[in-house]
């Protein structure tokens, strides 16, 4: 079956950015307020920089949608960037005139740092390697594409994936556990959800946030910045998204490369990580209890976060992600020029946050449920939003009835009989089996 697909387009400083889905079925309410509600997310938390005093992110829905329901068809999303009107001529998409060219070579010389090309690439960025890829002299061309502007597209279309999962009963959301080596007491987690989200840096430990906060005014103050880490959980994950049976159907490796693919994220783990390689196996494995009354299958712990052999194994899915420091710095690095190749004191300089985890952990929640959505759709097909949530209504049904006893030696299903017609019809489900 086919999933869920999607493209982003636009430049930091362009006009827009856009985002493009395909795979939505039909029947799913959408609107612009509840994309603007994690667009809103994604710019706020405590470190941000000036950008998001100019930007009010809200996205357009320009295709896809008719009086608020989903058609079926490819949904276009556009994010328009305010800053644009600063860019104009700098960032303009047609070739320049000779008299534009000339006032932006004046500007330049006049000390105008937005009109004057950029060659002292940065440590840590895009800059020497992306210019040398694609045979740019000017760095410009490089920074305004890789810049994480991008993710508020990626935000965009993460929220319309959420209300398509919320449909079906399953939801996801992030905290920051971690900023400039200061983490949460896991035990100590005293805020509700609602009380996270309100708290400056969305992170559920209030002494932790505190202690949070002064490294990020720390880094401030030296012209520097710092990393941490969130934490995105995912409930409602049906046992058997993903497979065992080739690499890349596995849904711990599409995870975990959405996630990577986040431009500040330099490492991915699941339930306990890394910690599993500093403990016994009796300590690490998740015990199954069973079967509850219900049909669900219980385990004791969840130290694999939701995710065996490839495959969601009906606990919550838990991810987290490992955020560098900000690779522009108010006082920069030194560094080298693109195109003399020589040291130069300090490397550009373009205006930049101090520290971007609960930002970062938003992006991660729209890549996790992009990514959750497409293996749903995956195995539970449906051109619209009520047949998906019938296929996996059934699904749910089925796995929750015991099998029947094997047979040794005997043919699959060979004790089975005849299949019970099921209520309404055979509709297919594009499942496994």
Not at 110 to 129: E, F, I, M
Not at 374 to 395: P, Q
Request: charged letters at 25%; a negative charge.
């Amino acid at each position: 079956m086919s999933g869920l697909r999607f493209l982003t387009a636009g430049e930091s400083h362009g006009p827009a950015l856009a985002a493009t889905l395909e795979g939505v079925p039909a029947g799913l309410a959408l609107t612009a307020d509840a994309i603007a509600a994690d667009l809103a997310r994604r710019q706020g938390g405590y470190g941000r920089g000036a950008r998001q005093q100019i930007e009010h992110d809200r996205a357009e829905i320009l295709a896809g949608v008719r009086h608020g329901l989903t058609l079926g068809s490819p949904i276009l999303l556009l994010v328009r960037n305010r800053d644009w009107e600063n860019w104009t001529q700098v960032m303009q998409v047609e070739p320049l005139t000779d008299e534009q060219a000339a006032e932006l070579g004046a500007l330049a010389a006049g000390g105008n740092r937005r009109a004057a090309p950029v060659t002292r690439v940065r440590p840590g960025h895009a800059d020497l390697a992306g210019a040398l890829k694609y045979g740019f002299n000017d760095v410009r061309n490089v920074l305004e594409r890789a810049s994480a502007r991008e993710t508020a597209a990626r935000v965009a279309a993460g929220a319309v994936a959420r209300a398509l999962l919320r449909e079906l009963g399953i939801e996801g959301r992030s905290f920051v556990a971690e900023v400039g080596g200061i983490a949460i007491d896991r035990a100590a987690r005293s805020r509700s959800l609602e009380e996270t989200e309100a708290s400056p840096l969305r992170c559920p430990d209030p002494e932790a946030e505190g202690r949070m906060i002064a490294r990020i005014d720390e880094a401030r103050s030296r012209g520097d910045t710092v990393g941490g880490v969130f934490e995105v959980v995912v409930r409602g994950v049906p046992i058997g998204l993903g497979s065992y049976a080739h690499w890349d159907r596995r849904l711990d490796a599409a995870l975990a490369a959405a996630v990577m693919s986040i431009q500040i994220v330099k490492g991915v783990e699941f339930g306990l990580g890394f910690e599993q390689t500093r403990r016994f196996g009796s300590e690490v494995h998740d015990i199954i209890e069973g079967r509850d009354p219900t049909g669900a299958w219980i385990h004791r712990s969840n130290n694999a976060g939701g995710l065996t052999g490839g495959i969601s194994n009906g606990e919550p899915i838990v991810v987290r992600g490992a955020v560098k420091p900000i690779s522009t710095l108010a006082r920069p690095l030194p560094s080298a020029d693109l195109v003399t190749g020589l040291p130069v004191e300090q490397a550009h300089y373009e205006r930049s946050d101090i520290s971007v985890v609960p930002a970062a952990g938003v992006v991660a929640e729209a890549m996790v449920l992009l990514t959750v959505a497409d293996f749903v759709l995956r195995k539970f097909g449906g051109d619209s939003v009520a047949e998906t949530a019938d296929n996996l209504a059934r699904y749910r049904d089925r796995i929750a009835r015991p099998p029947e006893p094997p047979v040794a030696g005997g043919r699959p299903g060979a004790a089975r009989g005849p299949r019970p017609a099921l209520e309404g019809g055979e509709a297919g489900s594009g499942g496994d089996d």
